[in-house]
């Protein structure tokens, strides 16, 4: 799991050399349009080349990049670049975002998590508040999903993704 990478305006000698052979002109020089598609570019070919090592290593290892469904403009990361070279992971946010303080209720918990695994998500929830957030009425579904997982990890175990 990356939690990135993130590709912001970069100056160095590596990135201003690849630029000017890429565009012909200094990166110094360059346009914002330019300079946003070198880095989508640059993350792009950065996660095919660790994606290749990784499965090189064992195909059955997972790699997903966290960030890539922000704007490209803030991460240089396009999802639909960088797709063919990470592996599906759902996640769950257990709180209504923009507000990590406010928790989803039990029955919208238990519905977010019985649609993944019907469809053969591999879920990851995920609080942003206190520990304490656990102990609402989501957190306590997530509680009993997780245990009803465990409990039932013959039916789970070696489920693909259907396309």
Known sequence: MLDGPILHKCYCPACSKEFKAVYGKPI????????????VDGITD???????????VNPELMLYINNSALRADVT???????????DTVIFIAGDYKPRSFYMHTYHETKLYYAQSLANG??????????????????GKAVIEMNAFINKHKDIFAGSKEQS
């Open 76 to 86: 240089g990361s396009n999802t639909r670049k960088v797709e063919p070279y990470v």
């Open 46 to 56: 950065f996660m095919k080349e660790i994606y290749g090592i990784v499965k090189s």
């Open 121 to 138: 998500a591999n879920v990851w929830y995920g609080i942003q508040g206190p520990f304490d957030q656990m102990n609402t009425e989501g």
């Open 28 to 39: 110094t020089e360059t346009s914002y349009g330019e300079h946003l598609i070198s880095n």
